[in-house]
């Protein structure tokens, strides 16, 4: 149908190049499943924090010197000389914080209700790439202060490549520029930290147009069946998007304003000494889980393959849950291994967290270090504590053990038991449309005919 | 009467007008606010406020030498002028009354000062070098420069000519080079800024 503009500027506009009727169309009337709930605003909110991040960014970098000898020293000139440049570089830094808190949130939910089946596989897989560069950005961005972490979290992060074989010291020797992570790091590092967040936002426009081939999914699972299922997206989306995007920002400002540091590492606020590793190298809390994946593996290739399979195995993952329902609300297996999942994840951020020789007293609220626990349990040698520890009545769990048991869960989930599930798992029955799931007898307007056969009404 | 009452019942449109003004006027505050410390962060920040001014030793300059010295990120001209010059410049000087209002201005001068108004001490000329048209530096300061039809200094980017005051006295530019804040510290250290 097409669209009749009043104003004659956007009409003459419109009729040579069309984007206000692609905007009507796919902002405005854009048919939208009508049972939304509150886990689908994490797709915009995660939109805003890139814009967020991209417009503090690039005021930022006005004031950065990409230098070994100045970089410090001009992030904190940031702080304390630049008009409101404080508030410009903690929107910034917790800003990446928040940008991981949406897309995770938004990558469970997709888990969930099965948003990765068929005819969303592609929106998907640009989805785990979205997040794959994000990750890149976040790492080369921490790096940019040039403290005591961004320069062992580089230093270790780079590391990571010569685990493979041949060529791998020669990748490193590549990424750094020199014999170490040195200044031609740090400047190559900023230009990709400037150039990555762009590439970000052409995938995003692509992750877009994607999601409105098929529209989006729903906490039901099933399509939309004709006009009684949908919504424009404007006003109802755009005012709910708005609506979680506030409570959002409260959040958000509550770590900007009164917790700016408490993510960060206290490490960080000393100037990299290339001749001295800090006691304690801990990732951002949004990396822990991987770097956990990454030391449960007593070897140094295998670590790392499994810390890149993570993310790899969610590139595979519409191919290995079979299942024909796609929300997780019809699931009952489904809904308990995964809820079990996600708190996994919180294990292995704990996990990454701590070292790993380390030993967590559940019952006692706190991780000790082997030493410790063998002082307080009168052992004679540390060789005395199990993995899985009853020492002098404190049980303990090595934290390397406890990371292991969690990857292989995580491994688990994803390869043995969501293809098991697809053939095992007896599910609910669904309702026969998005309408009849959220009206009171299957929707008052809806004549009890059309609501069942549905397609007949469309 | 009626038509009134049935518009404050709320199916009016005053009212629902009144909700978009109100919801629009508050999303353009709080743009505003946002937008303001990203303005703000551009302009000059503390550090660099804070390096304005400058000693400088005199004591090793000539009768009829210049020096240039950076303040502000900007070239400041110290002439130590010739008895010549400083009379060059006073015979160009307009009359002026005791509020210094300008009574007659026999030269011509485009932005009328005399000399007298303009250094502190008559053998002391000190400039801001930056030419008022477009912010070039004119050439003067050596002896073998260009100095243009006054003797004082010559812009060569669009031609301005300067007289042994620093007045502008023909081409583009619109106002004399600009005198900075200076005292003299000791008879051979002046502080600028």
């Known amino acids: 149908m097409a669209v009749v503009f009043k104003n004659p500027v956007i009409r003459w506009i419109d009729h040579r190049l069309p984007v206000f009727t692609y905007l009507q169309h796919e902002a405005n009337d854009y048919p939208t499943p009508k049972n939304l709930s509150y886990w689908w605003n994490f797709g915009s909110i995660a939109g805003f924090m890139l814009v967020v991040m991209i417009a503090t960014g690039i005021f930022l970098a006005m004031q950065y010197t990409p230098h070994v000898d100045l970089a410090f020293n001009s992030v904190e000139r940031i702080m304390r000389d630049v008009n409101y440049g404080w508030l410009l570089r903690y929107i910034h830094m917790n800003g990446a914080s928040m940008f991981f808190i949406a897309v995770y949130i938004h990558i469970f939910r997709g888990i969930y209700y099965g948003s990765y089946k068929a005819p969303r596989e592609l929106l998907w897989i640009i989805g785990v790439a979205i997040l794959l560069l994000m990750m890149a950005t976040a790492f080369m961005g921490y790096v940019l202060p040039w403290g005591q972490m961004s320069f062992w979290g580089a230093t270790v992060i780079t590391n990571l490549f010569s685990a493979f074989p041949v060529v791998g010291s020669k990748i490193v020797t590549l990424l750094w520029g020199g014999f170490a992570v040195d200044n031609p790091t740090l400047n190559r590092f900023y230009a990709l930290h400037y150039l990555l967040p762009f590439v970000i936002l052409g995938v995003v426009v692509i992750h877009v147009l994607a999601l409105h081939r098929f529209g989006s999914n729903n906490p039901t699972g099933i399509d939309m069946k004709g006009p009684q299922d949908s919504i424009p997206f404007h006003p109802y989306y755009t005012v709910k998007d708005l609506y979680g995007l506030g409570v959002f920002m409260l959040f958000y400002a509550f770590w900007v304003f009164y917790a700016p540091v408490a993510l960060g590492d206290p490490d960080n606020f000393i100037p990299a000494n290339p001749l001295s590793t800090p006691p304690e190298i801990v990732p951002e809390w949004y990396f822990l889980p991987y770097y956990a994946i990454l030391r449960s593996i007593p070897n140094k290739l295998v670590g790392v393959l499994a810390m890149f399979s993570s993310i790899m195995v969610l590139f595979i993952l519409p191919w290995l849950d079979r299942s024909p329902v796609r929300s997780g609300t019809f699931r009952p297996a489904f809904k308990r291994f995964f809820w079990t999942l996600v708190f996994v994840c919180a294990i292995l951020m704990f996990c990454g967290k701590y070292p790993p020789a380390n030993y967590w007293l559940p019952l006692e609220f706190t991780v000790v270090t082997p030493d410790s626990l063998q002082a307080a349990a009168h052992l004679q040698s540390a060789d005395d504590l199990w993995a899985i520890s009853f020492a002098g009545g404190h049980f303990g769990i090595q934290i390397i053990t406890l990371g292991q048991i969690a990857a292989i869960y995580y491994f688990a989930f994803f390869l043995v038991i969501l293809p098991l599930l697809s053939i095992f798992e007896r599910t609910l029955p669904l309702p026969l449309s998005i309408s009849q799931s959220v009206l009171p007898k299957g929707g008052g307007a809806v004549p009890s005919a059309a609501a069942a056969k549905p397609m007949e009404k469309a | ?193």
Not at chain 2, 144 to 158: A, I, K, L, Q
């Open chain 2, 1 to 193: 009467m009626a038509d009134h009452a049935h518009s404050a019942q709320g199916a009016g449109e005053t009212r629902r007008d009144f909700l978009y003004l109100m919801s629009a006027s508050a999303a353009a505050f709080g743009a505003a606010t946002v937008v303001w410390p990203f303005i703000s962060s551009m302009n000059p920040s503390g550090d660099v406020l804070a390096l304005s001014s400058i000693e400088v030793d005199i004591s090793g300059v000539q009768v009829g030498q210049a020096i240039t010295v950076k303040w502000r990120g900007k070239p400041v001209f110290i002439r130590r002028r010739t008895p010549e010059e400083i009379a060059e410049a006073r015979k160009a000087d307009p009359e002026v009354d005791a509020k210094g209002n300008v009574i007659s201005n026999p030269a011509g001068l485009r932005d009328p000062q005399t000399d007298a108004s303009r250094v502190k001490k008559p053998e002391w000329l000190i400039l801001v070098g930056v030419c008022t048209h477009l912010g070039c530096v004119p050439l003067g300061q050596k002896s073998s420069d260009p100095r243009g039809e006054f003797g004082g200094w010559y812009c060569p980017c669009h031609g301005s000519q300067y007289d042994t005051s620093g007045r502008i006295r023909k081409g583009p530019a619109p106002l004399d080079l600009a005198v900075p804040d200076y005292v003299f510290e000791k008879d051979t250290v002046v502080k600028i800024g």
